[in-house]
């Protein structure tokens, strides 16, 4: 194992492997050798597909040979979501119910990474279908946070944030329905980052809340952040949500990393009683650095945030609930009970009890109630009008700042098993990034330090009016240069979990 | 608990009891004491070249499921794209039924479980139609009426846009469907093929005709969906499906009862049976005392006669909403003009100009439509025939042709351009009727065109005036004592001379002249 290949970033990777100084073969060979190493106390993958990568990555070093125009990331590893389909490999979404299955074709995420030459090394663990914070929904078991096996990654992207973390791989791609890219990384220690919904393509990933679930970039710089986004965003014919218009320029905001005469609002309903005070002080002193990098500081209140919590546990549960009614074990997955003595209905009622799991099954009765008739107005229908009031608070806020920041989640990574059996608590998880969720808008998390009072990596939350994702990244990249050049090295060689 | 069950034995108990009155009261007697109200739910499939959310193709039959992908097999990760072409045909369909086009409005998931069902929802649209609020005028045959007929304008409530549904083919067991089946096997080619489902405000008023009016509804319905070119709307295949809700109101109470809803009934004459069958039905369940059940009926082709599907009753939560993997659907006011502006002319204001062009009387019009004949006439006239030849040819000679054959007309191997040369030949007396109908018979024997026929068959008339007074002469010579009655004033006579004449030619004379000729010769 070469671990100084594998501590490299993503940029660097892409610009060596273009250089020839490196070839895509050894950096695959180098994260292969990783996670070889690390993986039994990780657990970030659910599949780890060796043969395809190295096939992929001979394919990149051969188009080099040849003298053929590389794309920006070509060679460069990467942590796939396992709820992206894949032909190649399984796509389970950490659910029972997907053991086995093969997707016949390829999400247009899926599509795009490969296109671009970046190499698949494998599927990351998740939380069932996306539906956690913590990874521990997996049907196949948690993963676990680098800087402490002990505790959490985060969820549901918390495998490949894991992944990520642990040098396994420059980087990941998750999906975000109420924070869960921001979340991961943000208790990992990486830059994820949660497009405007509708930039980057939902065809192929696996529902969970249709008009939340957003795909995004997970990685260990801001610049890797950037540089695969631009990759996987753009519009998509098959995804009718797809927005139609130019990717913002997401690569060169990174680079630019200046934000001097920027306006930062910071959201009060956002912070307070409940914050881990570690957490507060690390996110009070980011905005400190913000504002001696040349920013304007104006406190913005967004008073609907406050029901953000309430309206998406209407919202996401109500569509899971009609989204997940396709598993039935009539065309693919999981089929129980199938004897010959049973019923359609029989098989379908047996397969779905033994392959959701509880949290799933929770929130598809959640959402089936809020649906119902006599229910739906009161629920539904409220949930979606708090919605509406969420989206004008970001258009009020926006009339008077450039970005909005917060801290990204109220705690650090929170022991395993701590939260599995008070589910109020593991949604608090995401009382931060949820808003964004709910309007669309575009946000980001960025490393701020270590918690004064666990050690632990502490994130903040930027963001941003609808298609202006690249003020996220100028804003970001300001933060993490000034850090970087405080502490003298990367945030990362602090975390001694895998050590 | 007990309160539960309490509550829940009312409805069941009365499913029970009015599902034991078997008997049926007589249609006229029913009518003559109850008010029947019909509704139709239509659905059509679109003829679009693509299925709804899909770019797999629209069409009937092929080996199951080959015309599939993974959107219309509705697996993980996959999501629709709208067919725009559907959403035209929908606004078409709506504009001519006269109909108000929504600005905007949205699909919505209609959720529940059922294995032809991919997604276990149906994309459909629920409290926002693209089409509402329209109206289909229609003629019912009414004997007692002045002119033979009667018209009434039929509301329409909503026209929208969903996908149609796999198909399941249940094996085993005795009824076919998936109660009692051993297995069942699902085609999913049906699956996601764009559907317009057509609701029709209830229809009150028409009495005895309530069959023959939701007969004449549909019958006016499918005409206007040819017209408009946006379905083959074949009921044999399945592309034009009706529901039949029918309630009866005691005669002059002006209070509506509860209606049931008669699935699946898939040709005309079954609408029109159903509707009577229900009629009869429910009379008999009324005038023993018990209650009509809210509930869905199976119609039964061999027998003429609906049984209870599940009650409405315990009808299942749909769970609507907003379907968030498609945009809402906001047609342009320009777009909608121009799907207007580009509307063909449809079958009642052609009626009516045919009718005028023709000079026939809606009764006799009635006759060439209940036919199959319309276009078949219109055609004729077309390739140069008069209204009056086209009308007596199809109608005397093909319409019974088609009926001995079990076709329709219209599929009879004969084209209107033949049909049009047959009656030429007759005008100029090239043919008589007799020898015309010889020529049909070898047109649709597949020996050529009437021109072919008749030099093929030998058939054409013998006009030649120096062959015909050989043959007058020769039956003058061969029949002295008829030929003297003649002489002596007994016209009447003459007949059997002109049968002898037409013997003696095959019947290729023209009787007309042959009778001129032997009159002439016999005064001179």
């Not at chain 1, 990568?53 to 394919?59: H, L, P």
């Not at chain 2, 023959?212 to 206007?224: I, M």
């Not at chain 2, 009921?235 to 039949?244: F, P, W």
């Amino acid at each position: 194992m070469d671990s100084g290949i594998v501590r490299m970033s993503a940029a660097d990777l892409a610009a060596g492997i273009a250089a020839g100084d490196l070839s895509a073969a050894e950096v695959t060979e180098a994260h292969l050798g990783r996670i070889e190493a690390v993986e039994d106390r990780v657990h970030s993958f659910l599949h780890v597909s060796a043969e395809q990568a190295r096939r992929a990555a001979q394919a990149v070093d051969a188009q080099r040979a040849a003298g053929e125009p590389l794309g920006p990331l070509a060679g460069v590893p990467l942590a796939l979501k396992d709820v992206f389909t894949t032909m190649d490999m399984p796509t389970t979404c950490g659910s029972a119910i997907l053991d086995g299955w093969r997707p016949p074709y390829d999400a247009t995420i899926t599509r795009r990474l490969r296109e671009a030459g970046v190499v698949l090394l494998g599927k990351t663990n998740m939380d069932e279908f996306a539906m956690g914070s913590s990874t521990e929904n997996s049907a196949f078991g948690p993963s676990r946070n680098p800087w402490d096996l002990a505790r959490v990654p985060g969820g549901s992207s918390g495998g490949s944030a894991a992944a990520v973390a642990g040098f396994e791989a420059p980087l990941g791609v998750g999906t975000d329905t109420g924070g869960s890219i921001r979340q991961p990384a943000a208790v990992c220690g990486l830059v994820g980052g949660k497009p405007t919904y509708g930039a980057t393509s939902r065809y192929g990933l696996v529902a969970f809340a249709s008009s939340l679930d957003t795909p995004g970039p997970l990685a260990r710089t801001v610049l890797d952040a950037a540089l695969l986004h631009e990759v996987m965003a753009g519009h998509d014919p098959r995804d009718s949500t797809s927005v139609d218009s130019p990717v913002p320029p997401v690569v060169a905001a990174a680079r630019q990393a200046d934000i001097s005469g920027l306006t930062v609002g910071i959201v009060p309903e956002l912070s307070g009683e409940g914050y881990q005070p570690g957490v507060l002080a690390r996110f009070a002193e980011a905005v400190e650095l913000l504002e001696s990098l040349g920013a304007k500081l104006m406190e913005v209140s967004c008073p609907h945030f406050t029901y953000g919590l309430a309206a998406y546990y209407l919202i996401a549960p109500s569509e899971c609930s009609s989204n997940l009614a396709r598993f039935d074990a009539m065309r693919f997955g999981l089929r129980c009970g199938d004897d010959g003595t049973r019923s359609a209905e029989e098989v379908m009622s047996l397969t779905r009890e033994s392959g959701f799991g509880a949290e799933v099954k929770r929130r598809i009765m959640l959402g089936t109630y809020a649906l119902s008739s006599g229910y739906y107005d009161a629920y539904y229908g409220k949930a979606q009008q708090v919605r509406t009031l969420i989206t004008r608070d970001f258009q009020a806020a926006f009339e008077q700042v450039d970005v909005l920041v917060s801290p990204t989640t109220p705690t650090t990574a929170f022991p395993i098993g701590e939260r599995v059996d008070d589910p109020m608590a593991m949604y608090l998880a995401d009382l931060c990034t949820i808003p964004a969720n709910l309007s669309g808008n575009p946000a980001l998390s960025v490393p701020c330090g270590l918690s004064p009072d666990d050690g632990l990596p502490v994130g903040l939350q930027i963001m941003a009016p609808v298609l202006a994702d690249d003020r996220l990244y100028r804003v970001a990249a300001a933060l993490e240069a000034a850090l970087d050049r405080r502490r003298g090295y990367p945030l990362l060689d602090d975390a001694k979990g895998l050590a | 608990m007990t309160g539960t069950v309490s509550a829940a034995s009312g409805p069941s108990a009365a499913v029970e009891k009015g599902a034991a009155v078997t008997g049926l009261v007589p249609f006229g007697d029913a009518v003559s004491r109850y008010d029947p109200v019909i509704g139709l739910e239509t659905h059509v499939e679109l003829g679009t070249a693509t299925k709804m959310f899909c770019g797999c193709p629209a069409v009937f039959g092929g080996d199951p499921n080959t015309h599939v992908c993974p959107v219309c097999l509705g697996l993980p990760g996959s999501l629709p794209v709208a067919n725009r072409v559907a959403i035209e045909y929908t606004i078409r369909i709506g504009l001519a039924l006269n109909c108000q086009i929504a600005s905007w409005c949205r699909f919505a998931r209609k959720n529940y479980f059922y294995p032809d069902m991919p997604k276990n929802f149906q994309i459909s649209q629920y409290d926002e139609p693209l089409c509402v609020d329209g109206w289909l005028d229609v003629t019912i045959d009414d004997p007692g009426a002045e002119g033979g007929s009667r018209a009434i304008r039929v509301g329409i409530e909503r026209v929208h846009l969903e996908e149609d549904t796999g198909k399941s083919l249940h094996v085993g067991g005795t009824t076919g469907r998936i109660h009692g089946a051993d297995y069942s096997l699902v085609d999913y080619n049906r699956a996601g093929i764009p559907l317009v489902e057509i609701v029709t405000k209830p229809v009150d008023g028409t009495g005895e005709l309530a069959p023959a009016a939701a007969r004449a509804y549909v019958t006016e319905l499918r005409d206007l969906l040819r017209s408009l070119e946006v379905s083959d709307v074949r009921m044999e295949e399945g592309s034009l499906r009706c529901d039949v809700n029918t309630s009866l109101s005691p005669r002059g109470s002006g209070v509506w009862g509860t209606r049931t809803e008669t699935k699946n009934v898939n040709s005309l004459r079954s609408v029109e049976r159903a509707v009577r069958h229900e009629i009869e039905r429910q009379a008999a369940v009324l005038d023993s005392g018990e209650r009509v059940v809210l509930q869905t009926r199976h119609f039964h082709e061999d027998t003429g006669t609906t049984t209870a599907g599940r009650g409405k009753e315990e009808a299942q939560d749909y769970r609507y909403f907003p379907e968030p993997d498609l945009l809402p659907i906001a047609p342009s006011s320009q777009w909608v003009d121009a799907i207007r502006a580009g509307l063909p002319e449809l079958p009642a204001a052609r009626r009516a100009r045919l009718m005028g062009e023709w000079a026939v009387s809606a009764r006799e019009f009635m006759d060439i439509r209940n036919a199959g004949a319309v276009d078949a006439v219109a055609a004729t006239v077309a390739a140069g025939a008069s209204a009056a030849e086209a009308r007596k040819w199809w109608l005397n000679e093909l319409v019974r042709r088609a009926n001995e054959a079990g076709a329709d007309v219209a599929d009879l191997p004969i084209s209107p351009a033949a049909v049009a040369r047959v009656a030429e030949l007759v005008k100029a007396g090239t043919l008589s009727d007799k020898l015309a109908r010889q020529v049909i018979d070898g047109v649709l024997a597949g020996e050529g065109t009437p021109d072919e026929v008749v030099a093929a068959r030998g058939l054409a008339v013998v006009s030649d005036e120096g062959a015909l007074l050989t043959a007058v002469d020769a039956a003058i010579a061969a029949n002295p004592d008829v030929a003297e009655k003649v002489r002596g004033g007994k016209i009447a006579a003459a007949g059997a001379l002109v049968g002898a004449v037409m013997k003696a030619t095959r019947g290729q004379a023209d009787a007309t002249r042959v009778r001129e000729l032997i009159l002439d010769r016999l005064r001179a």
